[in-house]
C-alpha cells in the first residue's frame, strides 16, 4: 500500500516535469523567463557545490528554530492566560484572531523599522508568524477539556494548579501538538517574508538575490527547496507528531 502511495506521487511528479518540459519546448515565453526543468536542476546543482545553498539553509534553520521556539513558548503563555481566564479571552480572545489573519509579511516593514536590516527583523517576523496560531490552539485546548473530566478530577480532590497540570495539560495536548503543527507551517512561511528584504544570509534573501539578477534558474529551483522542505518537515515530523498523539489519546483508530 505504501509502495503504491509512493508510485502514484513519483508517476504525478513524473507527468508535472514533463508538462513543464513541455511549455518550455513550445516555446511560448523567453528561455530567460522560463527555463528548462534541466536549466533549475543544474542551477540546483551548482548552488549546493559551491556551497551558497548549503549556507543560505543553514541561515534559515537557525533563524526559523530561534523564532519558532519563541513563538511556541509566547503563544502558549498568550493561549494559557485566554484559556483560563474568561475576562482576559472576552476582551483579548477577539483581538487575537484578528491579529492572527494579517499576512506575514505585512509585519516585514515594521520589522525593518525596529531593528533594521539584520537578523533580529527577521526573527522578529518569524516570532509574529508563529505565536498568533500557537496561541488560538493552546486555548481551545484549554477551553475544550471535558466538563466531565474536570468535575470527576475535582471530587477525587484535584484543585488549582494540580487540577491544571494533571489534567488539563494532558487532555488538551492534541491541541497543543496540532498548534506546534500550524506554527511551524506559519513560522516557515513567515522566515521567507522576513528573508526577502533582510540583507543576510538565508533561503528567502537567495531567493530575492536572484530575482534582482534575472536569474529565474534560481529563482524557481529555490522556490522548490522551500516548498519541499516544508512538504517533507511536516510529512516526516509534526504529522507523525501529530498522528501518533492523537492515536496514543484514542482520537484516531
Known amino acids: 500500500m505504501k509502495f503504491s502511495i509512493a508510485a502514484k506521487r513519483i508517476m504525478f511528479l513524473i507527468v508535472v516535469i514533463g508538462i513543464w518540459q513541455f511549455i518550455y519546448s ?20 551548482e ?37 483560563k481566564s474568561k475576562q482576559a479571552d472576552e476582551t483579548a480572545g477577539m483581538y487575537l484572531i484578528a491579529l492572527q489573519s494579517i499576512p506575514s509579511i505585512v509585519w516585514v516593514p515594521l520589522a525593518i523599522m ?4 539584520t537578523e533580529f ?9 508563529g505565536t498568533f ?11 475544550n477539556v471535558s466538563p466531565q473530566l474536570i468535575r470527576a478530577a475535582k471530587t477525587m480532590g484535584t484543585q488549582g494548579l494540580r487540577l491544571f497540570y494533571r489534567v488539563e495539560v494532558p487532555a488538551g495536548i492534541p491541541y497543543f501538538m496540532t498548534g506546534i503543527r500550524l506554527a511551524w507551517a506559519f513560522s516557515w512561511r513567515a522566515l521567507m517574508s522576513g528573508e526577502l ?5 538565508g533561503l528567502g534573501y537567495s531567493l530575492s538575490y536572484a530575482q534582482d539578477y534575472a536569474r529565474m534558474d534560481q529563482v524557481i529551483g ?20 501529530e498522528h501518533t498523539v492523537m492515536k496514543r489519546w484514542g482520537l484516531l483508530r
Not at 500557537?134 to 477551553?143: C, D, G, K, L
Not at 529555490?222 to 507528531?241: E, R, W
Open 47 to 83: 548552488g549546493f557545490t559551491s556551497g551558497d545553498l548549503v549556507k543560505a539553509l543553514g541561515a534559515s534553520f537557525k533563524h526559523l528554530l530561534f523564532g519558532m521556539s519563541l513563538a511556541i513558548l509566547f503563544g502558549t503563555i498568550i493561549g494559557v492566560i485566554l484559556g
Open 114 to 117: 525596529l531593528f533594521g536590516f
Open 197 to 201: 528584504l533582510s540583507n543576510g544570509p
Open 121 to 129: 527583523s527577521v526573527i522578529f517576523v518569524v516570532v509574529l508568524g
Open 133 to 143: 496560531v500557537m496561541a488560538i490552539n493552546v486555548r481551545s485546548a484549554i477551553q
Open 222 to 241: 529555490i522556490i522548490i527547496i522551500i516548498g519541499v522542505i516544508g512538504a517533507i518537515v511536516d510529512h516526516f515530523v509534526f504529522s507523525k507528531l
Open 26 to 45: 513550445l516555446n511560448i515565453f523567453e528561455a530567460i523567463v522560463f527555463p528548462s526543468p534541466i536549466t533549475v536542476a543544474t542551477a540546483l546543482y
